[in-house]
């Protein structure tokens, strides 16, 4: 490649935002909230529907797993592009960047089968109604979890076995605030068409293709839920839109970013901010504001951390007055 040194390199300088003081304030306090508050409401997803015996179902223990993947994905990057924000000299090294494109893709392919697994569910439960604990029982639950987590482990090892033993050159400067396979690539010192479409293909044509299939599966459900005139019905709709909503925040990213990943585009590094952090904190709120059984749950949630708080209280206070 022309202009480049073929020295070996084994760390590479993360460009990052912006070298203004006062937008890395900013942008500071920008990514602490929202990723404090997607950690805070994804785990409190998660322990709202482990500790609530109402939500024992095949329905939120998919929900519970893809919060808990949602605090995973959320914090493969985002702490030390927090942590980035106001050093000099923005450094990562070779292989703490393979990790972080390892566990990218581990954890945002396994959600991305969650997705799949959960579009499934809805459609048992609105299509085959009579049939759905039969179907969607427990161990069909920890089946899908375990096929989740091999599927996107052989994704992942897939991708990165393209990329793990390729030269690379000087400048070694990413145009980015993490590591990922389109920007990684463009810094080999070897013809990367090839890398270019394998990463496409792995990456992009399956995000686009499982996007459209959910869609279509989406209306056939919607077309499904449209005969029925109950609350019960009603309740349903409310569901698939919010899942409809949640699967266009997690694939609209992907397939912009993979499927023409390589022209640098003004909207890059948004779609990766919105990706990395924006749509898992999204999630619960997204899965919460029209669900009354959430609500409920929580609030009984609430209600017994303040009542164990009260008693506390008062315990310690009736040791003090009898001492």
């Known amino acids: 490649m022309d202009g480049r040194n073929h020295s070996v390199v084994s760390e590479f300088l993360l460009l990052g935002?912006?070298?203004?003081?006062?937008?890395?304030?900013?942008?500071?306090?920008?990514?602490?909230?929202?990723?404090?508050?997607?950690?805070?409401g994804n785990l409190l997803m998660v322990l709202t529907i482990i500790s609530d015996h109402p939500l024992h179902s095949p329905r939120y223990f998919l929900l519970a797993n893809l919060s808990f993947r949602d605090t995973g994905v959320s914090s493969v990057a985002t702490p030390k592009m927090i942590y980035d924000l106001f050093?000099?000299?923005?450094?990562?090294?070779?292989?703490?960047?393979i990790t972080q494109m390892f566990f990218i893709h581990t954890v945002g392919g396994a959600e991305m089968v969650l997705l799949i697994v959960m579009a499934y569910d809805r459609y048992i439960a609105i299509c085959k109604p009579l049939h759905y604990l039969t179907i969607m029982s427990l161990r069909v639950c920890i089946l899908f979890w375990a096929v989740a987590w091999t599927i996107c482990l052989i994704h992942s090892v897939a991708q990165l076995a393209f990329v793990e033993k390729l030269p690379f050159c000087v400048p070694n400067k990413m145009d980015s605030f993490y590591c990922d396979c389109p920007r990684f690539i463009k810094l080999t010192c070897t013809d990367t068409y090839r890398l270019e479409f394998l990463v496409t293909a792995n990456s992009g044509f399956i995000s686009m293709g499982t996007f459209f299939i959910l869609i279509v599966s989406c209306i056939f459900i919607l077309v499904t839920v449209r005969k029925h005139s109950s609350g019960g019905s009603s309740k349903a709709l409310s569901t698939l839109l919010a899942h409809v909503t949640v699967v266009?925040?997690?694939?609209?990213?992907?397939?912009?970013?993979?499927?023409?990943?390589?022209?640098?585009?003004?909207?890059?590094?948004?779609?990766?901010?919105?990706?990395?952090?924006?749509?898992?904190?999204?999630n619960p709120i997204i899965y919460t504001f029209r669900n009354k059984e959430m609500k409920v749950a929580m609030s009984r949630v609430f209600g017994k951390v303040l009542s164990l708080r009260k008693s506390s209280f008062m315990h310690r206070l009736g040791n003090s007055s009898s001492s």
Request: charged share 15%; hydrophobic share 60%.
């Open 87 to 97: 050093r000099k000299c923005k450094v990562i090294s070779l292989k703490d960047c």
């Open 248 to 282: 266009v925040f997690f694939f609209g990213p992907c397939i912009i970013v993979y499927v023409w990943p390589f022209p640098t585009l003004p909207i890059d590094k948004f779609l990766a901010i919105f990706d990395a952090l924006i749509t898992h904190f999204m």
């Open 17 to 40: 935002f912006t070298s203004s003081w006062k937008m890395q304030i900013l942008l500071f306090l920008f990514f602490m909230i929202f990723y404090i508050a997607s950690m805070l």
